[in-house]
């Protein structure tokens, strides 16, 4: 298996991989995400919000415009577009790292990329091949998630008959299609999808088994921050509450070789993540 270098670049933007995990800054730019709907949906405290990651030790801004929590309903990419685009040219000149946009559709992608966005994040793993071929084109990294079913069914009695070798096979083929795309495999990383039609038993196993991720020859990225299974384990039903669960399933990510942790507790989490790189052996 190839070695990913610690230095992971593109046209406008770079990672720096060389200590280890690094930190994604999620900044929700909508009324209704679980866990900070409405915090940042004014432009003006979305962008302090993300001039304040970066300071805070986040590697890259995570952009999203549309709820995908468990029974979200789907927002029009020109809704999208209206939220996030003002929000990321006002960022990417005031930041020096890479922003992301956490979308899955092409539209809003396009919009994101030509306002200064360099990262796709993409729940439905590129499902649609104009953003693939969008990504190949412009030579940008892409994040491919696992979901079972869409966020408005994905937490109807989600089954799997082995959720760790059903998810990594989703992925390899969505990653093998991004390749074939003319994406690079170094700049393909794979999202197990914490809670993404995934029961608390099914999280825990991919949580469990994330080396057969890192394994396969990808970096990985994981979110676990402030999700809902959290509150099974802690009793903390406020999203906001699940600071030290969070911490602890982003400290187990790192040192399992995780590549990125996407937080919404920057601060914090970055000292998670820079104690347990240096406890990783």
């Keep these: 298996m190839t070695k990913n270098s610690d230095i992971l670049a593109w046209p406008g933007g ?11 800054g999620i900044l929700n730019i909508t009324p209704d995400s679980f866990s900070d709907g409405g915090d940042f949906l004014a432009p003006q405290k979305a962008i302090a919000r993300g001039i304040q990651m970066a300071a805070h030790g986040a590697a890259i801004i995570d952009i ?18 209206k939220r996030a685009i003002p929000v990321i040219e006002k960022l990417a000149a005031k930041i020096k790292i890479p922003i992301s946009i956490d979308s899955k559709d ?12 360099s990262i ?20 940008l990294p892409v994040i491919l998630m696992h979901m079972q079913n ?3 069914t994905m937490q109807i009695e989600p089954e799997y008959k082995d959720v760790v070798k059903e998810v990594l096979d989703y992925l ?47 970096r990985v990225l994981l979110g676990t921050s402030r999700k809902k299974f959290l509150a099974a384990l802690t009793g903390k039903e406020s999203p906001k509450d699940r600071i030290f669960g969070t911490a602890a399933a982003v400290a187990h990510a790192v040192l399992m070789g ?4 996407r ?15 240096k406890l990783r052996t």
């Design 106 to 117: 092409y539209d809003v992608v396009k919009a994101a990329l030509d306002a200064g966005a």
């Design 172 to 218: 390899l083929k969505r990653a093998s299609a991004a390749q074939k795309a003319g994406i690079e495999k170094e700049k393909i990383f794979i999202d197990p999808g914490i809670g993404f039609g995934k029961t608390l038993r099914h999280n825990l196993a991919l949580l469990q088994n994330l080396n057969v991720f890192v394994n396969s020859g990808y």
């Design 150 to 152: 869409s966020p408005a």
């Design 64 to 81: 999203g415009a549309e709820s995908t929590r468990p029974g979200s309903k789907p927002v029009h990419p020109q809704e999208q577009i």
């Design 14 to 24: 770079k990672l720096d991989f060389s200590a280890g995990c690094i930190v994604m």
């Design 263 to 277: 937080v919404h507790d920057v601060a914090e989490m970055t000292d998670v993540v820079k104690v347990a790189n």
């Design 258 to 261: 995780v590549s990125i942790v």
């Design 120 to 139: 796709i994040n993409d729940i439905t793993a590129l499902s649609d091949e104009r953003t693939a071929m969008l990504a190949a084109e412009k030579k």
